[in-house]
């Protein structure tokens, strides 16, 4: 039988499940829905229905499969203890829920992984994508909110609780937008799905003057990221003024992490980062210009260029169902 | 003959060595003067002056020590290379020193680490100090800048070039006030002895009538961290100030960078961490009250306090000469 391991990406609305290789193929694909945050599934239900769910995926009609483990990513995961904790957008957000532990009475003697989906997406792209032969690199996902999984010396960087790698919630501006943490200038309320909206209505507040414009048209309950892109694409100058703001702020933000960490490249992937150069050439024209000198390119003669070292790349796993992939590849990864 | 390792740190002024043996005495030490960055002195010279001063002490009266390796703390220095590279404060700020290999034709076939002064003191606090028992922790030095070595895991984040931890050049404030860097905003120029200085005449350029303050009677050339210090220590309201406001910038820098590795423990290190309560208390509250919920304990009932998880402590190597300590720490660490 084909050894594959089960990737698992919890979403807030869908759940996706996939039976991968230890090449990064996906071989059987389903979906469950997620229970709405209001539902009152609980924990132990919603993983009895994953689990059956992988059950049918494994024993197809033309052919079964052995599963070798198990790997999922989840918000609020801790990959320390196999927990999800107080995750604000699934039916528990009062609760640590023991994920791992759940999943393993339906897989006894398999090793079980959950981590966040961010770090999930790092292996991934370890495992599977553009950094295969890096030991330093750092992952950011651009979803409803901005995840970061930093890879140091080839390992996850997970600190002393599991839960390290929130560059979404590294203060950018204090006193500055309001985040759904609690506090105030996060990155991820600039750089974001969420706050490419913001950023819209507020280049909109600024610049009455400034003529016609495809996001004067549209609610703030309407408008999307995917809205505002083709706006830029078609040339509208205040959508253009959006990315180039918000490439801004995250280049700068990118140009604080390579401080850290000092990473060979950073990859950003999710659907924002499918906006392509419409967000990547304002986000390195910013990192390039924030970059600590130690950290920049030397031409010939040996000077200084303000030019970063580290690559700013798309994800390799952008098209493809990268979180699951990712899952997946906690368990190969260890093998 | 006593085992020992040869400890060397690279200051501005003065160049200390020690001969320190596994538990972190320090057996016998001397120092030489850094030769001036305007004085011409070849790093040639130089390492010669310090590995006969080296021998000296090596070659005591009453005890002869057998040096089992070097290790040297130097502004700017590239652990992966074993380099000094463009250092503007030695006399070689356009070379690219290595130190490590003119170290080593004086000590052939002993281990020559060369790090910078930060991470040095990282691993001294590891090997010596107060993170013995930890995997996950950050030291901060502040001298007249700021310095951090980041341990995640275990082991020093060196990152893909050896030049990773420069927290000291976060840009905090876009476009606030001039670094030695040549950008501007960044967190040494708000933390750091100069900083500091600097935030003293902030103050003042704010606060014409409030008042009497002994920072009113002194120039800025003369002002000192320590004058600073004892102004506050009477009472002074400017001067308190002073601190409460590099403790915010400071604290808001740590719960920042809590966010990206997750550490047991931050230990300030160097001498304005020897101003104490003054700079910790302020630096505690804001680091508190920034922190993202994820880091932050929780009482008996299972709800979040808005108080870090992540300890913020003096270095147990503050009255020591923790910088030779740490620089021979290198070596012992990899025993």
């Not at 913001?198 to 609610?219: D, N, P």
Request: glycine share 12%; proline share 4%; aromatic share 8%.
């Amino acid at each position: 039988m084909k050894k594959v391991v089960l990737g698992v990406d919890v979403g807030g609305t869908n759940t996706k499940l996939g039976l991968v290789d230890g090449e990064g193929n996906i071989l059987a694909e389903s979906s469950i829905p997620t229970p709405a945050n209001t539902s009152g599934v609980s924990a132990a239900d919603f993983v009895k229905q994953l689990c059956e769910a992988a059950f049918v995926l494994q024993h197809q009609p033309s052919e079964a499969f052995e599963v070798i483990g198990v790997g999922a990513g989840a918000p609020n995961a801790n990959y320390s203890k196999g927990t999800v904790e107080f995750a604000a957008n699934l039916p528990w957000p009062h609760e640590v829920v023991p994920f791992a532990a759940l999943i393993q009475t339906y897989f006894p003697n398999l090793p079980v992984k959950v981590t966040n989906d961010a770090n999930a997406a790092a292996i991934g792209e370890k495992v599977y994508g553009g950094a295969k032969s890096m030991n330093d690199f750092v992952v950011i996902t651009l979803g409803t909110g901005l995840g970061s999984g930093i890879v140091v010396g080839g390992r996850l960087v997970y600190g002393c609780d599991g839960f390290a790698g929130e560059v979404g919630h590294i203060i950018m501006i204090p006193g500055g937008r309001l985040c759904g943490c609690g506090r105030a200038g996060c990155l991820e309320t600039y750089v974001s799905a969420t706050g490419l909206k913001q950023t819209a209505f507020e280049v909109m507040s600024h610049r009455y003057f400034s003529g016609k414009s495809l996001l004067k048209a549209i609610s703030f309950n309407e408008i999307t990221p995917k809205y505002i892109a083709d706006a830029a694409q078609q040339g509208d100058s205040m959508a253009l003024e959006v990315f180039e703001k918000t490439g801004e702020m995250l280049g700068l933000a990118l140009a604080n992490t390579v401080a850290f960490s000092s990473p060979e490249a950073i990859f950003l992937y999710g659907g924002l980062a499918n906006s392509g150069d419409l967000l990547l050439e304002p986000t390195r024209k910013s990192m390039n210009k924030n970059m600590l000198k130690n950290y920049c390119k030397r031409n010939a003669h040996g000077q200084i260029v303000q030019e970063a070292n580290t690559q700013l790349r798309l994800s390799h796993l952008c098209n493809k169902n990268g979180a699951v992939l990712g899952a997946a590849a906690l368990v190969w990864h260890e093998k």
